[in-house]
Protein backbone atom coordinates (compact mmCIF):
# COMPACT_ATOMS: atom_id res chain seq x y z
CA UNK A 1 0.00 0.00 0.00
CA UNK A 2 0.94 3.39 -0.64
CA UNK A 3 -0.12 7.23 -0.65
CA UNK A 4 -2.84 8.38 -3.51
CA UNK A 5 -3.58 12.18 -4.89
CA UNK A 6 -7.70 11.49 -5.02
CA UNK A 7 -8.24 15.45 -5.23
CA UNK A 8 -7.03 18.55 -6.37
CA UNK A 9 -8.17 21.87 -5.87
CA UNK A 10 -6.37 25.81 -6.39
CA UNK A 11 -7.24 29.24 -5.32
CA UNK A 12 -5.87 32.06 -6.95
CA UNK A 13 -6.60 36.34 -5.70
CA UNK A 14 -8.82 37.54 -7.95
CA UNK A 15 -6.30 40.33 -8.84
CA UNK A 16 -3.86 40.37 -11.54
CA UNK A 17 -0.63 42.18 -12.09
CA UNK A 18 1.18 41.97 -15.58
CA UNK A 19 4.47 42.95 -16.69
CA UNK A 20 3.50 46.55 -18.06
CA UNK A 21 1.82 47.12 -14.58
CA UNK A 22 5.14 46.52 -12.68
CA UNK A 23 6.64 48.28 -15.06
CA UNK A 24 4.77 51.59 -14.73
CA UNK A 25 6.00 51.36 -10.93
CA UNK A 26 9.70 50.43 -10.92
CA UNK A 27 12.19 50.57 -13.49
CA UNK A 28 11.44 47.30 -15.17
CA UNK A 29 9.46 45.93 -18.39
CA UNK A 30 7.99 43.03 -20.01
CA UNK A 31 10.95 42.30 -22.03
CA UNK A 32 13.45 41.76 -19.04
CA UNK A 33 11.27 39.74 -17.10
CA UNK A 34 9.80 37.63 -19.73
CA UNK A 35 12.82 36.75 -21.27
CA UNK A 36 15.06 36.12 -18.27
CA UNK A 37 11.98 34.00 -16.45
CA UNK A 38 8.70 33.76 -18.66
CA UNK A 39 6.97 35.33 -16.02
CA UNK A 40 3.96 37.46 -17.93
CA UNK A 41 1.81 38.22 -14.93
CA UNK A 42 0.62 37.16 -11.21
CA UNK A 43 -2.25 36.77 -9.46
CA UNK A 44 -1.42 39.00 -6.16
CA UNK A 45 -3.73 39.18 -3.04
CA UNK A 46 -5.84 42.19 -1.90
CA UNK A 47 -8.69 40.70 0.06
CA UNK A 48 -8.00 37.04 -0.38
CA UNK A 49 -5.38 35.35 2.68
CA UNK A 50 -3.45 32.51 3.29
CA UNK A 51 -5.97 31.10 5.32
CA UNK A 52 -8.74 32.21 2.75
CA UNK A 53 -7.03 30.75 -0.29
CA UNK A 54 -6.19 27.60 1.49
CA UNK A 55 -9.97 26.83 2.27
CA UNK A 56 -10.88 27.72 -1.15
CA UNK A 57 -8.44 25.04 -2.42
CA UNK A 58 -9.33 22.52 0.00
CA UNK A 59 -12.82 22.44 -0.58
CA UNK A 60 -12.46 21.85 -4.24
CA UNK A 61 -9.84 19.34 -3.31
CA UNK A 62 -12.59 17.78 -1.16
CA UNK A 63 -15.27 18.05 -3.65
CA UNK A 64 -13.01 15.95 -6.34
CA UNK A 65 -12.42 13.80 -3.78
CA UNK A 66 -15.73 12.96 -2.50
CA UNK A 67 -14.87 13.26 1.07
CA UNK A 68 -16.48 15.46 3.86
CA UNK A 69 -14.36 18.05 5.82
CA UNK A 70 -15.18 16.08 8.82
CA UNK A 71 -13.30 12.76 7.40
CA UNK A 72 -10.11 14.54 7.24
CA UNK A 73 -7.66 13.51 10.10
CA UNK A 74 -4.68 15.89 8.96
CA UNK A 75 -4.06 18.58 7.58
CA UNK A 76 -0.63 20.15 6.81
CA UNK A 77 0.08 23.45 4.97
CA UNK A 78 3.33 24.05 3.52
CA UNK A 79 3.66 27.82 3.56
CA UNK A 80 5.81 30.41 4.90
CA UNK A 81 3.59 33.37 4.83
CA UNK A 82 1.17 32.38 7.51
CA UNK A 83 -1.80 34.95 7.97
CA UNK A 84 -0.50 34.43 11.98
CA UNK A 85 2.26 33.81 13.57
CA UNK A 86 0.06 31.39 15.37
CA UNK A 87 -2.76 30.16 15.13
CA UNK A 88 -1.01 28.18 11.98
CA UNK A 89 -2.65 28.30 8.56
CA UNK A 90 -4.04 24.62 9.33
CA UNK A 91 -4.98 25.62 12.05
CA UNK A 92 -7.27 28.45 10.21
CA UNK A 93 -8.21 25.89 7.13
CA UNK A 94 -9.69 23.18 9.91
CA UNK A 95 -11.99 26.18 11.66
CA UNK A 96 -12.94 27.51 8.15
CA UNK A 97 -13.64 24.23 6.28
CA UNK A 98 -15.04 22.42 9.43
CA UNK A 99 -12.66 20.01 9.53
CA UNK A 100 -13.50 19.19 13.27
CA UNK A 101 -11.93 15.67 13.85
CA UNK A 102 -8.33 16.88 12.10
CA UNK A 103 -5.17 17.48 13.81
CA UNK A 104 -3.75 20.58 12.28
CA UNK A 105 0.18 22.16 11.56
CA UNK A 106 2.06 23.91 9.33
CA UNK A 107 5.59 23.09 7.77
CA UNK A 108 8.03 25.46 6.94
CA UNK A 109 9.86 24.91 3.47
CA UNK A 110 9.35 27.55 1.25
CA UNK A 111 8.91 25.82 -2.16
CA UNK A 112 9.32 22.46 -1.48
CA UNK A 113 7.08 23.23 1.35
CA UNK A 114 3.81 21.36 -0.62
CA UNK A 115 6.42 18.46 -1.20
CA UNK A 116 7.81 17.90 2.53
CA UNK A 117 3.47 18.07 3.66
CA UNK A 118 3.28 15.35 1.18
CA UNK A 119 6.16 13.36 2.39
CA UNK A 120 5.26 13.75 5.79
CA UNK A 121 1.43 12.63 5.27
CA UNK A 122 2.87 9.62 3.66
CA UNK A 123 4.58 8.71 6.48
CA UNK A 124 1.25 8.88 8.89
CA UNK A 125 -0.88 7.17 6.37
CA UNK A 126 1.49 4.32 5.73
CA UNK A 127 1.65 4.11 9.48
CA UNK A 128 -1.69 3.89 9.95
CA UNK A 129 -2.17 6.36 12.72
CA UNK A 130 -4.17 8.73 9.94
CA UNK A 131 -6.52 7.88 7.08
CA UNK A 132 -7.20 10.76 5.11
CA UNK A 133 -4.90 13.75 4.74
CA UNK A 134 -5.32 17.18 3.21
CA UNK A 135 -2.12 19.06 2.30
CA UNK A 136 -1.80 22.54 0.83
CA UNK A 137 0.64 25.12 -0.43
CA UNK A 138 -0.07 28.09 0.26
CA UNK A 139 1.35 31.64 -0.01
CA UNK A 140 0.59 35.51 -0.03
CA UNK A 141 4.21 36.53 -1.09
CA UNK A 142 2.81 40.21 -1.87
CA UNK A 143 3.17 40.80 1.98
CA UNK A 144 6.96 39.74 2.44
CA UNK A 145 8.57 41.55 -0.58
CA UNK A 146 10.64 44.60 -0.59
CA UNK A 147 8.55 46.61 -3.48
CA UNK A 148 11.56 48.82 -4.06
CA UNK A 149 13.70 46.04 -5.29
CA UNK A 150 13.28 44.56 -9.01
CA UNK A 151 15.40 41.99 -8.95
CA UNK A 152 12.65 40.05 -6.22
CA UNK A 153 9.59 41.68 -6.32
CA UNK A 154 8.92 40.83 -10.03
CA UNK A 155 9.49 37.19 -9.39
CA UNK A 156 6.73 35.87 -7.22
CA UNK A 157 2.99 35.66 -6.54
CA UNK A 158 -0.15 35.06 -4.48
CA UNK A 159 -1.98 31.57 -4.28
CA UNK A 160 -3.10 28.20 -2.58
CA UNK A 161 -2.96 24.78 -4.42
CA UNK A 162 -4.22 21.34 -2.12
CA UNK A 163 -4.65 17.43 -2.70
CA UNK A 164 -6.64 14.90 -0.64
CA UNK A 165 -4.81 12.02 -0.33
CA UNK A 166 -5.53 8.56 0.85
CA UNK A 167 -4.10 4.98 1.15
CA UNK A 168 -4.05 3.08 -2.19
CA UNK A 169 -2.82 0.47 -3.87
CA UNK A 170 -0.83 2.48 -5.96
CA UNK A 171 0.63 6.32 -6.08
CA UNK A 172 3.58 7.22 -4.47
CA UNK A 173 6.04 5.14 -5.69
CA UNK A 174 9.14 7.03 -4.58
CA UNK A 175 10.26 10.35 -2.80
CA UNK A 176 12.93 12.34 -1.70
CA UNK A 177 13.92 15.56 0.20
CA UNK A 178 16.83 16.91 1.49
CA UNK A 179 17.97 20.43 3.52
CA UNK A 180 20.96 22.24 3.23
CA UNK A 181 20.37 25.35 6.32
CA UNK A 182 24.38 26.08 5.56
CA UNK A 183 23.20 27.76 2.39
CA UNK A 184 19.89 29.42 3.91
CA UNK A 185 21.07 33.38 3.38
CA UNK A 186 21.16 32.64 -0.29
CA UNK A 187 17.39 33.12 -0.21
CA UNK A 188 16.12 34.90 3.10
CA UNK A 189 13.79 36.57 4.84
CA UNK A 190 14.44 37.94 8.29
CA UNK A 191 11.55 37.61 10.91
CA UNK A 192 9.59 40.60 12.25
CA UNK A 193 11.34 43.16 13.70
CA UNK A 194 12.16 43.07 17.99
CA UNK A 195 10.36 45.80 20.40
CA UNK A 196 11.82 44.61 23.40
CA UNK A 197 12.38 47.74 25.18
CA UNK A 198 14.69 45.97 27.33
CA UNK A 199 17.60 45.50 24.70
CA UNK A 200 18.67 47.47 21.89
CA UNK A 201 16.73 46.40 18.89
CA UNK A 202 16.04 47.40 15.11
CA UNK A 203 12.26 48.82 14.24
CA UNK A 204 13.18 47.57 10.57
CA UNK A 205 11.12 45.27 8.97
CA UNK A 206 13.46 43.20 6.50
CA UNK A 207 11.82 41.59 3.85
CA UNK A 208 12.78 39.06 0.78
CA UNK A 209 16.25 38.68 0.12
CA UNK A 210 17.72 36.45 -2.92
CA UNK A 211 21.07 35.79 -4.39
CA UNK A 212 19.17 34.51 -7.58
CA UNK A 213 22.29 33.07 -9.29
CA UNK A 214 23.27 31.06 -5.97
CA UNK A 215 20.09 30.04 -6.38
CA UNK A 216 19.50 29.17 -9.72
CA UNK A 217 22.86 27.49 -9.70
CA UNK A 218 22.04 25.06 -7.06
CA UNK A 219 18.58 24.53 -8.90
CA UNK A 220 19.87 23.67 -12.14
CA UNK A 221 22.05 20.78 -10.47
CA UNK A 222 19.68 19.41 -7.56
CA UNK A 223 16.20 19.14 -9.20
CA UNK A 224 18.05 16.73 -12.06
CA UNK A 225 19.63 15.20 -9.30
CA UNK A 226 16.83 14.08 -7.27
CA UNK A 227 14.46 13.38 -9.98
CA UNK A 228 17.28 11.02 -11.13
CA UNK A 229 17.22 9.71 -7.65
CA UNK A 230 13.63 8.95 -7.41
CA UNK A 231 13.26 7.21 -11.11
CA UNK A 232 16.02 5.17 -9.73
CA UNK A 233 14.57 3.89 -6.69
CA UNK A 234 10.77 3.50 -8.77
CA UNK A 235 12.83 1.84 -11.13
CA UNK A 236 11.49 4.09 -14.07
CA UNK A 237 13.43 6.33 -16.90
CA UNK A 238 12.59 9.54 -17.58
CA UNK A 239 10.42 8.15 -21.06
CA UNK A 240 8.30 6.62 -18.36
CA UNK A 241 7.32 9.68 -17.03
CA UNK A 242 3.84 11.33 -18.67
CA UNK A 243 4.80 15.03 -16.72
CA UNK A 244 7.09 16.61 -14.35
CA UNK A 245 5.42 19.22 -11.92
CA UNK A 246 8.43 21.06 -11.22
CA UNK A 247 8.11 24.26 -8.67
CA UNK A 248 7.39 27.65 -11.14
CA UNK A 249 10.54 29.29 -10.08
CA UNK A 250 12.12 30.13 -13.80
CA UNK A 251 11.24 28.95 -17.51
CA UNK A 252 15.55 28.65 -17.89
CA UNK A 253 15.57 26.18 -14.85
CA UNK A 254 12.93 23.67 -16.20
CA UNK A 255 14.43 24.16 -19.75
CA UNK A 256 17.83 23.22 -18.21
CA UNK A 257 16.28 20.13 -16.05
CA UNK A 258 14.31 18.95 -19.44
CA UNK A 259 18.15 19.15 -20.95
CA UNK A 260 19.56 17.28 -18.42
CA UNK A 261 17.32 14.67 -18.12
CA UNK A 262 16.92 14.16 -22.15
CA UNK A 263 13.10 14.93 -22.30
CA UNK A 264 11.43 16.74 -24.14
CA UNK A 265 10.11 20.09 -22.78
CA UNK A 266 6.50 19.28 -23.59
CA UNK A 267 6.43 17.14 -20.52
CA UNK A 268 6.82 20.23 -18.12
CA UNK A 269 3.77 21.43 -17.84
CA UNK A 270 3.66 25.78 -17.21
CA UNK A 271 2.08 27.58 -14.88
CA UNK A 272 5.06 30.42 -14.45
CA UNK A 273 3.74 32.90 -17.63
CA UNK A 274 0.50 33.43 -15.73
CA UNK A 275 1.24 33.10 -11.93
CA UNK A 276 4.60 33.66 -11.38
CA UNK A 277 6.43 31.74 -8.66
CA UNK A 278 4.24 31.28 -6.05
CA UNK A 279 6.94 28.88 -3.73
CA UNK A 280 4.66 26.00 -1.90
CA UNK A 281 2.14 26.98 -3.98
CA UNK A 282 3.72 26.03 -7.51
CA UNK A 283 3.65 22.80 -7.67
CA UNK A 284 -0.24 22.19 -6.14
CA UNK A 285 -1.44 24.74 -8.62
CA UNK A 286 0.32 23.37 -11.54
CA UNK A 287 -1.17 20.13 -10.76
CA UNK A 288 -4.48 20.80 -10.49
CA UNK A 289 -4.23 22.78 -13.59
CA UNK A 290 -3.11 19.39 -15.30
CA UNK A 291 -5.97 17.39 -13.79
CA UNK A 292 -8.92 19.83 -14.52
CA UNK A 293 -7.33 19.62 -17.80
CA UNK A 294 -7.96 16.03 -18.07
CA UNK A 295 -3.99 15.43 -18.96
CA UNK A 296 -3.84 13.09 -16.36
CA UNK A 297 -5.10 9.22 -16.96
CA UNK A 298 -5.01 6.21 -14.58
CA UNK A 299 -1.66 4.51 -14.47
CA UNK A 300 0.01 7.56 -15.50
CA UNK A 301 3.37 8.17 -13.92
CA UNK A 302 4.04 11.83 -12.93
CA UNK A 303 7.01 13.51 -11.52
CA UNK A 304 6.79 16.08 -9.04
CA UNK A 305 9.32 18.41 -7.57
CA UNK A 306 10.30 21.58 -5.72
CA UNK A 307 13.43 23.11 -4.45
CA UNK A 308 14.43 26.58 -2.81
CA UNK A 309 14.82 28.73 0.93
CA UNK A 310 16.18 26.65 3.57
CA UNK A 311 18.24 25.88 1.03
CA UNK A 312 15.01 22.59 0.88
CA UNK A 313 14.42 20.35 -1.91
CA UNK A 314 12.43 17.09 -2.59
CA UNK A 315 10.76 15.05 -5.24
CA UNK A 316 8.71 12.09 -5.80
CA UNK A 317 7.32 9.69 -8.48
CA UNK A 318 3.51 9.63 -8.16
CA UNK A 319 1.26 7.15 -10.00
CA UNK A 320 -2.04 8.16 -11.02
O1 LIG B 1 11.60 29.87 -5.61
C1 LIG B 1 12.89 30.00 -5.19
C2 LIG B 1 13.81 29.66 -6.23
N1 LIG B 1 14.25 30.86 -6.91
C3 LIG B 1 14.85 30.74 -8.05
O2 LIG B 1 14.97 29.66 -8.55
C4 LIG B 1 15.45 31.98 -8.71
C5 LIG B 1 16.70 31.59 -9.44
N2 LIG B 1 17.33 32.72 -10.09
C6 LIG B 1 16.82 33.30 -11.22
O3 LIG B 1 15.78 32.88 -11.70
C7 LIG B 1 17.59 34.41 -11.85
O4 LIG B 1 18.86 34.52 -11.23
C8 LIG B 1 16.86 35.78 -11.77
C9 LIG B 1 15.66 35.76 -12.68
C10 LIG B 1 16.43 36.07 -10.35
C11 LIG B 1 17.79 36.91 -12.25
O5 LIG B 1 18.23 36.65 -13.58
P1 LIG B 1 19.75 36.85 -13.96
O6 LIG B 1 19.89 36.50 -15.37
O7 LIG B 1 20.57 36.05 -12.97
O8 LIG B 1 19.94 38.41 -13.79
P2 LIG B 1 20.96 39.21 -12.84
O9 LIG B 1 20.56 39.08 -11.42
O10 LIG B 1 22.35 38.82 -13.22
O11 LIG B 1 20.72 40.70 -13.31
C12 LIG B 1 21.09 41.14 -14.62
C13 LIG B 1 20.76 42.61 -14.77
C14 LIG B 1 21.31 43.46 -13.63
O12 LIG B 1 21.75 44.69 -14.20
P3 LIG B 1 23.28 44.97 -14.52
O13 LIG B 1 23.99 44.81 -13.20
O14 LIG B 1 23.68 43.91 -15.51
O15 LIG B 1 23.27 46.34 -15.08
C15 LIG B 1 20.12 43.73 -12.76
O16 LIG B 1 20.21 44.95 -12.05
O17 LIG B 1 19.36 42.81 -14.76
C16 LIG B 1 19.01 43.82 -13.80
N3 LIG B 1 17.67 43.52 -13.27
C17 LIG B 1 16.55 43.96 -13.84
N4 LIG B 1 16.34 44.72 -14.93
C18 LIG B 1 15.05 44.97 -15.26
C19 LIG B 1 17.37 42.77 -12.18
N5 LIG B 1 16.04 42.72 -12.03
C20 LIG B 1 15.50 43.44 -13.06
C21 LIG B 1 14.19 43.74 -13.46
N6 LIG B 1 14.03 44.51 -14.55
N7 LIG B 1 13.12 43.28 -12.78
Known sequence: MTTKIIGTGRCLPENIVTNDD????????????ASRTGIRKRHIAKEETTATMSAEAAKKALQQAGLSPEEIDLIIVGTITSDYVTPSTACEVQRMIGAKNAVAFDVNAACSGFMFAL????????????????????????????????????????????????????????????????????????????NNPLINTSKELEYTYMDGQEVYKFAVSKVPESIKKVLAEANLEPDDIAYFILHQANIRIIQSVAKR??????????????????????????????????????????????FGAGLTWSACVMEW
Open 22 to 33: LSKIMDTSDEWI
Open 261 to 306: LKVSEEKFPISLDHCGNISAGSVPILLDEVNEKGMLKKGDKIVMAG
Open 119 to 194: NTAHVYLQSGIYKNALIIGAETLSKIMDWSDRSTSVLFGDGAGAAVVTKGETGLLSFTQGSDGAKGMVLACKNRSN
